[in-house]
């Protein structure tokens, strides 16, 4: 039998990781967002970001609501 030896997190500490990867996320969609206005293409701004196309067609879709 294998144990989980990770350390348990406060609430707290939970709640600040989910809203610094929210200001990741918001990071990315602004960045995916300049980067189309630029003329790049979304699969060139997948490869430069390190994601799918469709997830920067998201990022640019929400961005622009």
Known sequence: MTTNNLPLMSTSQLT???QREARMA???IEEAY???RSRMTNAA???R???SKDQ????IKKRRL
């Open 16 to 18: 600040s990781m989910s």
């Open 26 to 28: 918001q990071d990315d």
């Open 34 to 36: 300049s980067l189309r």
């Open 45 to 47: 701004i997948a490869d």
């Open 49 to 51: 970001m390190g994601l």
């Open 56 to 59: 920067v067609y998201r990022a």
